[in-house]
């Protein structure tokens, strides 16, 4: 069993920064995929970004150039940095993890979630 808990969530206004943060436990971390969904009101869950367990990246067309996914091993930690923000980047953010080691852009795809951090996003 995992246990993901995500922190950094916040209220900004259009332009600025946030850093997201999933404290992971229960499993060998260093050898999971991670990823970030997000999910805005009305909307389904969609793919944000994802990183393997050698810090290999991919992202979402809408957040690339602007969200940076790294990994912190010897933390058991995973963070989403979130720059250039804009009133669209609102949802709730959730941290995920698989039971592979390869990244994956499909929510079926991961086994464990977190129970979400809000990021509002005003202009």
């Known amino acids: 069993q995992v246990q993901l808990v995500e922190s950094g969530g916040g209220l900004v206004q259009a332009g600025g920064s946030l850093r997201l943060s999933c404290a992971a436990s229960g499993r060998t971390f260093s050898s999971s995929a991670m990823g970030w969904f997000r999910q805005a009101p009305g909307k389904e869950r969609e793919f944000v970004a994802t990183?393997?367990?050698?810090?290999?990246?991919s992202y979402a067309d809408s957040v690339k150039g602007r969200f940076t996914i790294s990994r912190d091993n010897a933390k058991n930690t995973v963070y989403l940095q979130m720059d250039s923000l804009k009133p669209e980047d609102t949802a709730v953010y959730y941290c995920a993890a698989r039971e592979s080691s390869l990244r994956s852009t499909s929510l079926t795809q991961y086994n464990y979630w977190g129970q979400g951090t809000q990021v509002t996003v005003s202009s």
């Open positions: 990183i393997s367990w050698n810090s290999y990246t």
